[in-house]
T-cell receptor, first 110, second 118 residues
């Protein structure tokens, strides 16, 4: 069983829709939770970073962590065509090594 | 501020040959990481340097892979001899020195080196 499970998609939504991306994990030691965005042929770009459980908002992006359910989410409000990319969840136990999900490919259609 | 750079962007080699990948981290970043993504799989950790010292090399697949970071600046990852299963995208990332929890996990990634072994 993988430590981090993420639906690879693809996920296709119309412009302006609310997007919900999710990951589950099995390692109770994970304390730091991140979402990366990756455009084609580019490196991952850190979008959101959360420590332990709770919510964090940054503009149109909201990250949620539920440690009791081992479940994390990223919400994108008012999605734009420029949001089309692969979104990677990632997490760490605090020892610098980061474990990634496989990524969800998102397409926002104008 | 220049980001993490990697060279080459793409390398095609034959099985049994040697390839050396290079990573230049963001200036002042003591932490440097190597990751790899093989086709259809998730990005996986290979190893972590703090300055010139290997902090964690638990993800290195076997002794055909050798990473160095002389002088604590740029790093190289050598694969010798290359095998077909080594094909994939190799990412390098760097982060600030340890100075509080938030700083540790803002890893900035390079564009990756796409390695194809034929």
């Amino acid at each position: 069983q993988k430590e981090v499970e993420q639906d690879p998609g693809p996920l296709s939504v119309p412009e302006g829709a609310i997007v919900s991306l999710n990951c589950t994990y099995s390692n109770s030691a994970f304390q730091y939770f991140m979402w990366y965005r990756q455009y084609s042929r580019k490196g991952p770009e850190l979008l959101m970073y959360t420590y332990s459980s709770g919510n964090k908002e940054d503009g149109r992006f909201t990250a949620q962590v539920d440690k009791s359910s081992k479940y994390i989410s990223l919400f994108i409000r008012d999605s734009q065509p420029s949001d089309s990319a692969t979104y990677l969840c990632a997490m760490s136990a605090g020892y610098q090594k980061v474990t990634f999900g496989t990524g969800t490919k998102l397409q926002v259609i104008p | 501020e220049a980001g993490v750079t990697q060279f080459p962007s793409h390398s095609v080699i034959e099985k049994g040959q040697t390839v050396t990948l290079r990573c230049d981290p963001i200036s002042g970043h003591d932490n440097l990481y190597w990751y790899r993504r093989v086709m259809g799989k998730e990005i996986k950790f290979l190893l972590h340097f703090v300055k010139e010292s290997k902090q964690d090399e638990s993800g290195m697949p076997n002794n055909r892979f050798l990473a160095e970071r002389t002088g604590g600046t740029y790093s190289t990852l050598k694969v010798q001899p290359a095998e077909l299963e080594d094909s994939g995208v190799y990412f390098c990332a760097s982060s600030h020195p340890t100075s509080g929890r938030a700083k540790n996990y803002e890893q900035y990634f390079g564009p990756g080196t796409r390695l194809t072994v034929t």
